[in-house]
């Protein structure tokens, strides 16, 4: 079982940045590919980024790359999303999850879901 606290969003302003943090407890945590979707109102979950247990390589949506960066620390079990430029558009529930399955841009990929952060970005 792994639980999964996400913190660190807030309101920003158009342009400004933010860093999420995702802090998992277990200890099985370096196992896990972490990913970060996010929640619009009546739009659907989606893909933002995802870093496997190694942390060798990151996968974005590609709207976002450039601009959003994942990151792990499995030492302290816990997953980053840092947030640059942020747009309006932005504005959204974030969610970071974990999973031990392929398909890491799809939500069903993932078996343990934190309960989201607010990131709200005026204009």
């Known amino acids: 079982q792994v639980q999964l606290v996400e913190s660190g969003g807030g309101l920003v302003q158009a342009g400004g940045s933010l860093r999420l943090s995702c802090a998992a407890s277990g200890r099985t945590f370096s196992s896990y590919t972490m990913g970060w979707f996010r929640q619009a109102p009546g739009k659907e979950r989606e893909f933002v980024a995802a870093i496997p247990g190694s942390g060798v390589n990151r996968y974005y949506a590609g709207s976002l790359k450039g601009r959003f960066t994942i990151s792990r620390d499995n030492a302290k079990n816990t997953a980053y999303l840092q947030m640059n430029s942020l747009k309006p558009e932005d504005t959204a529930v974030y969610h970071c999850?974990?999973?031990?399955?392929?398909?890491?841009?799809?939500?069903?990929?993932?078996?343990?879901w934190g309960q989201g952060t607010q990131v709200t970005v005026s204009s």
């Open positions: 999850a974990a999973g031990l399955n392929s398909g890491i841009t799809l939500p069903d990929s993932y078996n343990y």
